[in-house]
């Protein structure tokens, strides 16, 4: 398993934008996930290995970017125009699978310790 750290979580307003940031050695597609209370946690967006494919889900497909710069190691989650919503805790992945898009919590077996991000009204 691969060891992912990750930081840039925080409390902000609705409309204000967040960065996460998250460090992960070696070859494999990442993903970011989110987890809001008592709810499942859900599919945010992932990105191959060279940066060139990446997948959002609907929910935030034109507000998120993730890219990721493989000379730091570093995948990054880019927010903006944040709603109350988008409220979770937010983990980054490894994914197990060679094919893409990884778009299901199994497709991926490492994770982070997960970061808040908190939006308010």
């Known amino acids: 398993q691969v060891q992912l750290v990750e930081s840039g979580g925080g409390l902000m307003q609705a409309g204000g934008s967040l960065r996460l940031s998250c460090v992960a050695s070696?070859?494999?597609?990442m993903g970011w996930f989110r987890q809001a209370p008592g709810k499942e946690r859900e599919f945010v967006t992932a990105i191959s290995w060279t940066g060139g494919s990446t997948r959002y889900a609907d929910s935030v497909k034109g507000r998120f970017t993730i890219s990721r710069d493989n000379a730091k190691n570093t995948v990054y989650l880019q927010m903006n125009s944040l709603k109350p919503e988008d409220t979770a805790v937010y983990y980054c992945a490894a994914a197990s699978v060679s094919s893409w898009p990884p778009l299901d919590k199994v497709d991926f077996d490492s994770w982070g310790q997960g970061t808040q991000v908190t939006v308010s009204s």
């Open positions: 070696g070859r494999y597609a």
